[in-house]
């Protein structure tokens, strides 16, 4: 390109060999997904989502993650402005369902968009524990003495 002003005159043609002065890039490549990997809850109540994308012109924060108990929606926010290769840990609200599928979304800084979703939801023990009293210990307090006088 050789730019002109309104009378005409401006930069001469280039020469073959010439570098060029400007660069414009057309980024039509969705971003890819590599991994979006969630282990089932921990003795606290908490899911470990593990993900990787990559992508030329990926922005610094730009992964959404989002869940929802059907694989066709309606999806729940769960993080927005993640790192490109995180990691998470999710303390579970109480009200989720048995099952739950993930969503990971991700726009380049042309704004292409990819969309990953779990294949296989991730089950949890959602059923109450039953409690069974099996005896009772009666320890006395701090210096005080048992029935024998001990």
Known sequence: LVAVNGNGFGGKNPAPGDAPTSVVEVDL???SVHSLDVDPADKSGALNLRWRVTDK???VDGVCLSYS???N????PLADK??????MLWPLPREVTPQLYFRLEITDLAGNTTRH???TPVVLDTT???VNVLGITVVPPAGVKG???N
């Open 57 to 59: 012109n990926l922005p």
């Open 117 to 119: 979703d779990t294949r």
């Open 29 to 31: 490549t969705a971003p």
């Open 69 to 71: 108990g059907d694989p």
């Open 128 to 130: 109450q524990p039953d």
């Open 73 to 76: 929606g309606p999806w729940h």
């Open 147 to 149: 029935p024998a006088g």
């Open 82 to 87: 993640q790192k490109n290769e995180g990691i």
